[in-house]
């Protein structure tokens, strides 16, 4: 699967961006650090970090409950307690979220930047995605690692559920699946085989799903002129860990950690 040819369009048909805007409706959390000022009032300007209760402290008002609160609804909650402790009759007061904490969730794995993402103004598998910077794709050789065709994603509490990323990306919104605080979504490295023999490229390659072995020929730059697909080798290791040999057929599928030894030709 080419990630990168359809990574981007598939962000475009959904709707995604990573950009970080301040929105409106997003629930101030634990950890999250608030910018607050009244206009006219610089004493009133503060930078506060919610507390594990939801609560913040603020001048003239002591504690104040901001917990669940979008950041407009913390702007109205101070106006409201300026105005009712007779401190200031019409204030203006702006609350900016600086630091995003309290729904943060993590992409680890194949991606090209994983780490930590706050869910600001998107909360769905491919806005994590797409905030990560996209699943890894090693064209060639998998040594360097490349991104598997299926993700987990693992809830806060434990549970988890598979993303099927070729469906994804193919425009499928049962596999965008919403993200919550805490959740991590995890791309696996794809599984790999090994081509060795009359081939152009030998080496370690992606396994791609339902790949067959006249497929993993090509991944491998296709034959030499000695070469033929009529005499290819394949071992396997069966469940017990035992290398079986076995010839196959170009037609026939591929299975993780397979090596194919294509032979000359008889001719």
Same mark, same amino acid.
């Given at each position: 699967?080419?990630?990168?040819?359809?990574?981007?369009?598939?962000?475009?048909?959904?709707?995604?961006?990573?950009?970080?805007?301040?929105?409106?409706?997003?629930?101030?959390?634990?950890?999250?650090?608030?910018?607050?000022? &009244?206009?006219?009032?610089?004493?009133?300007?503060?930078?506060?970090?919610?507390?594990?209760?939801? %609560?913040?402290?603020? @001048?003239?008002?002591?504690?104040?409950?901001?917990?669940?609160?979008?950041?407009?609804?913390?702007?109205?909650?101070?106006?409201?307690?300026?105005?009712?402790?007779? =401190? =200031?009759?019409?204030?203006?007061?702006?609350?900016?979220?600086?630091?995003?904490?309290?729904?943060?969730?993590?992409?680890? !794995?194949?991606? %090209?930047?994983?780490?930590?993402?706050?869910? =600001?103004?998107?909360?769905?598998?491919? /806005?994590?995605?797409?905030?990560?910077?996209?699943?890894?794709?090693?064209? !060639?050789?998998?040594?360097?690692?490349?991104?598997?065709?299926?993700?987990?994603?693992?809830?806060? /509490?434990?549970?988890?559920?598979?993303?099927?990323?070729?469906?994804?990306?193919?425009?499928?919104?049962?596999? %965008?699946?919403?993200?919550?605080?805490? /959740?991590?979504?995890?791309? @696996?490295?794809?599984?790999?085989?090994?081509?060795?023999?009359?081939?152009?490229?030998?080496?370690?390659?992606?396994?791609?799903?339902?790949?067959?072995?006249?497929?993993?020929?090509?991944?491998?730059?296709?034959?030499?002129?000695?070469?033929?697909?009529?005499?290819?080798?394949?071992?396997?290791?069966? @469940?017990?860990?035992?290398?079986?040999?076995?010839?196959?057929?170009?037609?026939?599928?591929?299975?993780? %950690? /397979? &090596?194919?030894?294509?032979?000359?030709? =008889?001719?």
């Amino acid at each position: 699967m080419n990630f990168v040819r359809v990574f981007g369009l598939v962000c475009l048909c959904f709707g995604v961006t990573v950009a970080r805007a301040q929105p409106k409706d997003y629930p101030v959390g634990a950890g999250d650090l608030l910018q607050i000022s &009244v206009s006219g009032y610089p004493e009133l300007s503060i930078s506060e970090r919610v507390g594990e209760s939801g %609560n913040i402290s603020f @001048p003239y008002l002591n504690t104040l409950s901001v917990g669940g609160r979008s950041s407009a609804e913390v702007e109205t909650l101070i106006a409201r307690k300026l105005v009712e402790g007779a =401190i =200031i009759r019409h204030p203006q007061v702006s609350v900016l979220v600086t630091e995003f904490q309290s729904q943060l969730a993590s992409v680890m !794995g194949e991606v %090209n930047k994983p780490g930590q993402y706050p869910l =600001i103004t998107s909360h769905h598998v491919l /806005d994590l995605l797409a905030a990560a910077g996209g699943p890894v794709v090693t064209p !060639g050789l998998a040594g360097s690692g490349a991104a598997a065709d299926e993700a987990t994603l693992v809830r806060k /509490d434990g549970s988890s559920t598979r993303i099927d990323l070729t469906a994804l990306l193919a425009g499928d919104p049962r596999q %965008n699946l919403p993200v919550g605080g805490g /959740d991590t979504l995890f791309v @696996p490295r794809a599984p790999q085989f090994y081509v060795y023999g009359e081939v152009q490229r030998a080496g370690v390659y992606p396994l791609q799903r339902s790949m067959t072995v006249g497929q993993a020929i090509s991944a491998g730059g296709g034959l030499t002129p000695k070469g033929t697909d009529r005499r290819v080798l394949l071992k396997r290791r069966d @469940p017990q860990g035992v290398e079986r040999q076995f010839q196959v057929s170009a037609a026939d599928l591929l299975e993780p %950690n /397979d &090596v194919l030894v294509v032979k000359q030709t =008889i001719f």
